[in-house]
C-alpha cells in the first residue's frame, strides 16, 4: 500500500534534531568507554556493553 511506502520512506529520512541526539549519544558513549579504560581496572564488562550500544547507534545512524 502506498501508505507503508511513505512510512518506510519516513524512516530513512530521520529529522535533524534526531539525528543530533543520536550524535550527541554516540559522543557520550565514545567519553564513557574513555573514561573507564582510563581506570586501574577497567571493567570488560561495561566496556563491552557500551561498544554494543555505540554500534548500535552508528548503525541507526547510517540508516540500518
Known sequence: SPRAASMKKEK??????HITA???KHATLDEAIAEEMRKAAPDDATISSLKKQKLRL???L???
Open 58 to 60: 552508528k548503525e541507526e
Open 12 to 17: 530513512r529520512h530521520m529529522n535533524a534534531s
Open 22 to 24: 543520536l550524535k550527541t
Open 62 to 64: 547510517s540508516g540500518g
